[in-house]
């Protein structure tokens, strides 16, 4: 088995470097780390809301890279396949964690139908505002948000890592942008 | 109609949109004042996004201690073999392949030298089960055997944690009996638990106590079978008309798992859709089952390396889910691509156990890989274990 540099997997595509952390290559998997970590901190911290528990799914995740890497077959990009397993990680980790993330959703669901375009709250400090918001929002909508934006991920790849139809992901985003609205809405008027 | 184009807008803005459907939507916002607002508030939402993504993302800890250990670990002794044999083998072997004897234990087999044709299998990985898979405390349930009670093999049952249903453990006893072969059902979609190996070679099913209970289609409409209780189910099975089969138990959510003919486990039918006959008063109720977040928290084989003749154990531990399926498929080292098609597939297997196989002496195939399985609102949470074959000499 030849083993390449440490610095050489940094430049290998995805399909090769899976491949080689597969063969048992520690510094493969040294740069998948590198290259798929933020991503997956990232959406374990959309998942989960805490940074201690994303950062310790996280490992997690790289630790089912390792041993699954041969399982990847290719038939879905490296984002989606590492994405869906951060995210199977994260349902059980999750389940420990706070419930009240879920509860806030029923919350905002009572407040009815209130419409009201975001630029009425164009004046206040919009960016800030919205990124405030995001916080508040149950997981599944800031979930569904990052695979969008962040990873940028297509709707049939963000329904494959979400485990739900398309139809649903579109239908999440259009709640999240809702909910959206009501927190910057409530925001503004308190 | 605006919905229609407002669906697309987001995939617009994270540029994700293929090029035709994006130029498609930007001649619409150009004439759509409606769309254009709503384009600008996604870009709002999708900044934030990002911004919000990159401060999350930022200061990667290191790789941790655990798993650099691990990786040092496997690292030992992961070492991929190319069989050197000639190919013309290969497919005379494929057609003779034979994974011999899948036997279901739960915890310590230390002495299989009573049951005829079952050969004995290493506790390692079982051991290793128990200890990396920290639980409360298990029991073990004896089985009763055509030989007469055995306590070293038996059902896992603990009284408290997740899994006690997955196990059947209102039943006091299963029975393992040796089967010969026979034709499986042409019905079943997969083979049920355990089924007879082709070649006709012995293997073992878990037969269950006498059920006085039995369900059939309620008119002449085929009911389907699933491997689980899961909404989004595998189907293992179809039940027709004139078909009756056992009832083992009832879940919660009011299914009904059924015994495969011959032994083992079909799946579940919703109540709703059989009809029952006999004594139903007496099947068992399932506890509430924990089956909302499934999670494969070990599946290992007990060594990666094997030669003919050698056996291998294959174990799992699945929180959430009252039934795996493990499937075997041949493995192309060179291609690194397992095959489409499995040689072999084990539905309705309970979410804690192991299956020991003997490769067959004139198995000449490279590998073997393993996947375990199941299904849960569309989602196939599967790992895979590779097993590389090498010649005898």
Redesign the interface.
Known sequence: MTHLDRHAYADLPDSALIKAIAKGEAAALDSFYARYGPAVLNFLFARLGNRQQAEEVLQDVMLAVWRGASAFRGDSRVLTWILTIARNRAINAYRKYSPNVIAFEDELDMQGDDTGPLERVERLNLQSSVREAIELLPAHHREVLTLIFFNQLSGEEAASVLGVSVGTVKSRLFRAKENLRRLLQSEELS | MHKHWQ?EI??Y????LDSASARALEDHLAQCKHCR?YL???Q???????????E???G??P??Q??RE???E??ED???HISDRPRGWRLLAAAAFVVIIALLVFLILSDFGEVPDVPSTEETSIARLATRVPQTPLSILPLETSQGVRDDVGILSTPTSSFTSTVLPTRPAATIQPRQPTQSSPEMFLSPVLPIMPQGEVAAALMFPDSACTAGPRGMEPVIIYSTVQESRLESGILYAQDRLRVLRRSASDQLQLEAPGGGVAGWVDAEDVALDGDCDQVPTASATDV??P?ISHFELDRVIVQPGESVTLSWHM??ETAVQVSAYRYDVQQ???DDQPLQTYVGLPAIGSLSFVIPMDFDGEAL?F?LSFD????D????Q?LTVTSAD
């Open positions: 669906e987001p995939f803005v994270a540029e994700s607002q600008a508030e996604w709002l939402i999708a900044e934030a996004v990002h911004m919000q993504g990159s999350w993302s930022r990667l800890p790789l941790a655990h798993v691990t990786i040092r496997r690292q992961i070492i991929v909302s977040n999670v929180n959430g690194e691509q397992p890989v996947s849960k609102e569309g989602n949470l599967r790992l895979w590779i």
